[in-house]
């Protein structure tokens, strides 16, 4: 049997973590603004994870962060914005919001994206 490993928070989203954990003074405070445990806000500072971090990492944009770089735009958008091309249904009015919304699918800061299958 096969395990799965996940991938591990980049470097950037860790620094916005510690920043927080400074911020607002412990682990526990920043595990309750973003709706997480204690324990795995620990495990993500420290590596130790063991769940898959998308989910995460887009919590931690939405939570802390003011704009998004947005890999289809390549510009920064708000957390909002985001959130609202990720989830909306299939556009058919215009090729470029298909394209934008298209894209969404396979954002990493997507946390319903799909892992590819081998």
Not at 26 to 38: C, E, N
Request: charged share 25%; aromatic share 6%.
């Amino acid at each position: 049997m096969a395990v799965k490993s996940y991938s591990k928070l980049d470097e950037a989203t860790l620094a916005v973590l510690r920043d927080q954990v400074r911020t607002l003074g412990s682990v526990a405070a920043v595990a309750h603004k973003l709706g997480y445990s204690r324990p795995a806000i620990s495990g993500a500072l420290n590596g130790s994870y063991t769940g898959g971090t998308d989910r995460l990492r887009a919590r931690i944009v939405e939570v802390f962060l003011d704009a998004v770089l947005c890999p289809h735009l390549q510009a920064p958008i708000e957390p909002e914005e985001c959130r609202w091309w990720r989830t909306r249904p299939c556009p058919t009015s215009r090729a470029s919001d298909v394209r934008h919304w298209a894209a969404c699918k396979t954002c990493p800061f997507n946390p319903d994206r799909k892992e590819p299958t081998l």
